[in-house]
């Protein structure tokens, strides 16, 4: 956009600040993602299903995982990303090795959970002390 005087300003997008909760579920969403990828590939090389099920099966996970991960903000995808939780652990039935890799990605999820609710509070409880958050303060000469 130009001004009249030939300057220009560039516009500034503001973005939402997200939770210490949401971030780090949606990471372990997003990290379960690349996981199902590599499942898909050991499905298809051992013929577990017919290929057209195991890269459908695969790509709708993958897509539900990544949807997860964008509403991880939100009490459905939290509780989306539960189900999920249950679903990597239950595709132990097709490969039995998955029982053992969906209950150590669930442990990450329980974590992320729990840590990210803590901090969360944390937050919460010093911006609650602290009405003046450093950055609404006017920049100082020295900075």
């Not at 992320?112 to 911006?127: E, H, P, S, V, W």
């Not at 609650?128 to 450093?134: A, G, L, M, V």
């Amino acid at each position: 956009m130009t001004e009249t005087d030939g300057t220009h300003r560039r516009r500034t997008r503001v973005r939402r600040l997200r939770s210490a909760s949401e971030s780090l579920l949606s990471i372990a969403l997003l990290l379960e993602a690349v996981l199902v990828f590599f499942v898909v590939m050991v499905a298809y090389g051992l013929k577990v299903l017919p290929p057209g099920a195991v890269f459908g099966g695969g790509a709708l996970l993958v897509v539900l995982l990544i949807v997860a991960g964008r509403l991880a903000g939100s009490a459905a995808g939290v509780w989306l990303g539960w189900v999920l939780q249950a679903a990597l652990i239950a595709i132990g039935i097709l490969l039995p090795l998955m029982y053992f890799i969906g209950a150590i990605f669930a442990v990450i999820w329980i974590y992320c959970f729990i840590t990210g609710r803590r901090l969360d509070r944390q937050k919460a409880t010093y911006l609650r002390d602290n009405p003046t958050f450093p950055t609404d303060q006017p920049a100082s000469p020295n900075n």
